[in-house]
Nanobody, 121 residues
Framework: QVRLVESGGNLVQAGGSLRLSCAVS????????MGWYRQAPGKERHLVAA???????DYVDSVKGRFTISRDTAKNTLYLQMDTLRPEDTAVYYC???????????????WGNGTLVAVSS
């Protein structure tokens, strides 16, 4: 299968920056598109940013212009550069990778265990 491990979460002051990483291992050929999700306390998990196999990206409106998603295929790592952080960005951040349609795991979603980002005002 596929294993995802996030890192880089921390406590930071408002206006600061963090870079999250998501290391992918296992059947990496099963992965094409990937995304970052976040879940704030007491709220549902939702998509923050996504990147397709062709490198095109999408962002939720609240992070446009502040967050940048990228990937290094040679290192099998997904990144989320977060700048100008706000207290409302506080959440556990997860990376997710749906299995590609050509993969035997097609239909499954792979998730990491999350990394905590806390932004103080």
């Amino acid at each position: 299968q596929v294993r995802l491990v996030e890192s880089g979460g921390n406590l930071v002051q408002a206006g600061g920056s963090l870079r999250l990483s998501c290391a992918v291992s296992g059947d990496t050929n099963c992965i094409s598109a990937m995304g970052w999700y976040r879940q704030a306390p007491g709220k549902e998990r939702h998509l923050v940013a996504a990147i397709r196999n062709d490198g095109s990206t999408d962002y939720v409106d609240s992070v446009k212009g502040r967050f940048t998603i990228s990937r290094d295929t040679a290192k099998n790592t997904l990144y989320l550069q977060m700048d100008t952080l706000r207290p409302e960005d506080t959440a556990v951040y997860y990376c997710k990778a749906p299995a590609d349609r050509l993969c035997i795991y097609y239909g499954m979603d792979f998730w990491g265990n999350g990394t905590l980002v806390a932004v103080s005002s």
